[in-house]
């Protein structure tokens, strides 16, 4: 059984099927002929023949050989095998230098489904430095988990400000901290933002969204810790 987790985060780190990134473009003919089969057998759902065709890239090709590794990775999560993959997400990372914060941010996801919190807080920050808004927004919400609300909300704000693209789980989670501190009126605007830049209908921000009006409005019995927390769900797709 493999698995696909799909979400809110989509757009951000899934790239089509065929689109070369600078990586791919800067290596040789060979790897990028490689490359191109891997991902083909990866878009079948032939995870472990992809890994097998990644593998046959090699030091020697490059920036190849770290989009390689990082690939193998996301196969192996696909495959649920979770410590190898972790395992591939650093070695992809090591190969640039600790300069590949995409990877960093797999190894963070993988690290936290094994348990590893520790460890998956450091990789998220490791690419939270290189401005991965994706990174802040799991800054944010292992924040959030410890009762750190003004530290969550710092992230969370990060997330949507370094983000290229919409994040309404990052505008719905910082308008829960910012309610929670009392300051409605501020989050009131994000659950607005939340609710308008989802694709699809977003019960927990438009759920927040009609109480906060309530809160605002002196209306309601139910306090701030009655608004809800939204998780997007992680995609973490091949290059």
Not at 156 to 161: C, L
Request: charged share 30%.
């Amino acid at each position: 059984m493999t698995r696909m987790l799909s979400g809110l985060l989509t757009a951000l780190l899934l790239l089509t099927l065929g689109c070369a990134t600078a990586a791919a473009q800067g290596a040789n003919g060979r790897a990028r002929e490689i490359i191109a089969r891997g991902n083909e057998r990866y878009a079948r759902g032939e995870y472990k023949s992809a890994v097998e065709e990644y593998g046959r890239v090699t030091r020697a090709d490059g920036e190849a050989y770290a989009q390689a590794l990082y690939n193998i990775g996301v196969c192996r999560f696909e495959l649920w095998q979770t410590e190898e993959a972790a395992r591939a997400y650093g070695q992809a990372i090591d190969a640039r230098g600790g300069r590949y914060p995409k990877a960093s941010y797999a190894l963070g996801v993988a690290l936290e489904e094994l348990g590893r919190e520790a460890e998956s807080r450091g990789a998220y920050e490791q690419a939270a430095s290189k401005g991965y808004a994706p990174a802040h927004y799991k800054l944010g919400m292992l924040a959030a988990r410890a009762g750190d609300d003004e530290r969550a909300a710092g992230h969370f704000r990060e997330a949507v400000r370094r983000s290229k693209d919409k994040f309404p789980a990052s505008h719905n989670n910082l308008g829960v901290m910012l309610a929670r501190a009392g300051r409605l009126s501020e989050a009131e605007r994000e659950f607005e933002a939340a609710v308008r830049q989802s694709d699809v209908p977003f019960e927990e921000a438009a759920g927040n969204l009609r109480l906060c009006r309530r809160l605002l409005a002196g209306q309601s019995k139910e306090g701030a810790a009655a608004l809800k927390v939204a998780t997007a769900a992680d995609r973490v797709g091949r290059q």
